[in-house]
C-alpha cells in the first residue's frame, strides 16, 4: 500500500516539474543542487529530467506494488515484512533518482 502512495507522490512531483517547471533559479521548487544551481540551463534542463526520473520510478514503484499485493494475498510475504520491504525501495528508489539524475546533469554539454 506504502508503495502505491508514494508513487502517486513521485508522479504528482513529476508532473509539476515537467509541466510548470520553475522559471528561475530558487531555494524553494525544483532540483536543487549543486550542478542543477549552476546556470539556468542546467536549472532546465535538471528539472524536465529530473521530472522524467520521478514519473518513471512512479510507473515502476506500481508494479513492484502490484507484485507485492500478489505475494501477499498468496501468504508467500507478511505484512511486517512488507512494510521493511516497503520502506528499503523507497529510500532506494529517492537515492537513485538523485544518483541518476545528478550524472546526467554533469555529462550534459551546455
Given at each position: 500500500m506504502m508503495l502505491f502512495i508514494i508513487s502517486i507522490v513521485y508522479a504528482i512531483i513529476g508532473f509539476f516539474l515537467i509541466k510548470f517547471p520553475p522559471k528561475k533559479i530558487n531555494m524553494f521548487y525544483g532540483w536543487r543542487t549543486p550542478s542543477a544551481t549552476k546556470n539556468i540551463d542546467n536549472w532546465n534542463f535538471a528539472n524536465h529530467y529530473?521530472?522524467?526520473?520521478?514519473?518513471?520510478?512512479?510507473?515502476?514503484?506500481?508494479?513492484?506494488?502490484?507484485?507485492?499485493f500478489i505475494l501477499g494475498c498468496n501468504k508467500i510475504i507478511t505484512f511486517s515484512k512488507s512494510k521493511v520491504i516497503d520502506e528499503i525501495v523507497v529510500f532506494s528508489s529517492i537515492i537513485l533518482i538523485i544518483i541518476i539524475g545528478e550524472v546526467k546533469i554533469r555529462h550534459i554539454k551546455i
Open positions: 529530473g521530472g522524467k526520473l520521478f514519473l518513471w520510478t512512479a510507473v515502476i514503484l506500481v508494479l513492484l506494488g502490484v507484485f507485492e
